[in-house]
């Protein structure tokens, strides 16, 4: 079994930063890719920003200049870092890793449990 433990939200004040933090662990025989989706209150849950395994990232047009998505060398752990934070970035913030936990599973989606993100004066 795949699990994903976030770390990193909080309350921050409009224009300040914050770095998420997602581990992945247990079973893991490959990983395609992983990344941050976001859901704000009464809204559908949106794409922040991928990075697959090859090393090829991509961005919500909303956050492109102000949030980075990078990796560890294992390739086990994603962070985003979020810069100028605005209040429209409020949510909870979930990672999602696609993958198999062994060779012959069908590829799938995990989900973390998510971490809020509060920005507020």
């Known amino acids: 079994q795949v699990q994903l433990a976030e770390s990193g939200g909080g309350l921050v004040q409009p224009g300040g930063s914050l770095r998420l933090a997602c581990a992945a662990s247990?079973?893991?025989?490959?990983?395609?890719?992983m990344g941050w989706y976001r859901q704000a209150p009464g809204k559908q849950r949106e794409l922040v920003a991928t990075?697959?395994?090859?090393?090829?990232?991509n961005y919500a047009d909303f956050v492109k200049g102000r949030f980075t998505i990078s990796r560890d060398n294992a390739k086990t752990t994603v962070y985003l870092q979020m810069n100028s934070l605005k209040p429209e970035d409020t949510a909870v913030y979930y990672c999602k890793l696609k993958g198999r936990p062994y060779l012959t599973a069908r590829e799938s989606d995990y989900w973390g449990q998510g971490t809020q993100v509060t920005v507020s004066s």
């Open positions: 247990g079973s893991i025989f490959s990983i395609n890719a």
């Open positions: 990075i697959t395994s090859g090393g090829l990232t």
